[in-house]
Structures are given as C-alpha cells and as structure tokens.
C-alpha cells in the first residue's frame, strides 16, 4: 500500500491566521490526493480532490497544492467553524488501494 | 438530495461477522459514474478505507482486510452491503458509507456513520 505521512498531527492556531498543512506520500501519486475535513459526530467533507481542485460549496479560503510525492493544504484567515480534524487521501488508482493519512487536528489556541 | 443512511448491530460478538447496510436516497445506485464504499474510524484512530463496490457487483477490497471482507449491491432497493468476518476488538468502529465517483477515487458524499462494537 502507499503510505500516507501527515505533518504536524496537532496545530494550534488563532482565528484569522493562515495555516498550512503537509502530506507525503511513499510514492509518486502524480495529483492523485483529496483532503477532508472530520468534525466530532459529523460526516467527513470532501475539501478538495485532484491536489488542487476545490469542491463544490466549499469556502475559497481553502486550497490545496502539490504533486509527486509532497501536499499541502492551506486554510486562509482561519474561521471558528474550521476547527476539526483534516486528512489526506491518495486517490491514485494502481495498486487500487486507498490510503488516508493519520490526520492533522486543528485547535484554537 | 442525495442521503446515504448506514444501518445495522452495533454491538457484535468476537469471532462473528459484522453486517451493515447503506441505503442511498435521492439518487440511484445503478448509476455507472459511481463506486460506492466503506470507511471506518476506530476510536481515537485514523480513517481507514476497507473496500468498493460497482453497480454490476464488481468489488475491490483493501488488501489486509480482503480475506475477511465481503460487500454486495442491492440495486432493487438502492443499498450495498458490507460484511466483516471473524471480527475482533480491533475492528470496533464507526463504520461509514460514502459515493466514489469514478473518475478521482476520492469519496464526495458520506453517511452519518454507524457505530459497532465488538465485544462479548
């Protein structure tokens, strides 16, 4: 399977800041990665797919960025209800295995 | 709108097998742009993807799991199925159903999550 590596598992941030988080992949997954966001006692939210490609309905302060084997997601101007849990996923299709990061939590600080 | 709904025990016996049914309102499950999966969540754990199924039954299953795994699709009554054999503590979950669009592999839509334990 490819590994999925996120970075750091916990942030600690202030609403209004610009919060940047990381994802590694164990092998070139070309632009095969989407992000989630997981709220306690919610559905997870796809965020993005294709690397950089933001959902439907989603706010523009989230964007996604990277290929090969390094991601990040960039959260601007952080909002109270952007307090959660956010995880990565490759999505690449051979092997057809789909792996999820251990996910970055983040908290108000 | 489209609605997945999880349904099943939540409390199943070690070395028993695991059953849960997603119902898919609002849209249909024979639509040939989707895979619909299985996602689970172990307390304080990561998410965890355990398998796909197509309309026409095709399945593929994460490798760990595949020799205990088994998913079907009930396209009469817009749901799919997931069964988990010989379960243990370290299956104890909430358990997620979600669409797979075709193209991307990535999950767009997800139920509210149904929570199994595994215990004696």
């Known amino acids: 399977d490819i590994q999925m590596t996120q970075s750091p598992s916990f942030v600690s941030a202030s609403l209004g800041d610009r919060v940047t988080l990381t994802c590694r992949a164990s092998?070139?997954?070309?632009?095969?990665l989407a992000w989630y966001q997981h709220k306690p006692g919610k559905a997870p939210k796809l965020l993005i797919y294709g690397a950089s490609n933001l959902q439907s309905g989603v706010p523009s302060r989230f964007s996604g960025s990277g290929s090969g084997t390094d991601f990040s997601l960039t959260i601007d101007s952080l909002q109270p209800e952007d307090f959660a849990t956010y995880y990565c996923q490759q999505t690449n299709t051979f092997p057809r295995a789909l792996t999820f990061g251990g996910g970055t939590k983040v908290e108000i600080k | 709108q489209q609605q997945l709904q999880e349904s099943g025990p939540g409390l199943v016996k070690p070395s028993e097998t695991l059953s849960l049914t997603c119902t898919v309102s609002g849209a249909s499950i024979s639509s040939r742009t989707f895979y619909w999966a299985w996602i689970r969540q172990p307390p304080g754990k990561a998410l965890e993807w355990i398998g796909s199924i197509w309309y026409n039954g095709d399945t593929y299953y994460k490798p760990s799991l595949k020799s205990r795994v088994d998913m079907v699709v009930d396209t009469s009554n817009n749901q799919f199925s997931l069964r988990l054999y010989s379960v243990s503590a370290a299956d104890s979950a909430l358990y997620y159903c979600a669409r797979q669009p075709l193209v991307g592999d990535y999950f767009d839509d997800w139920g509210q999550g149904a929570l199994v334990t595994v215990s004696s």
């Open positions: 092998q070139d997954i070309k632009r095969w």
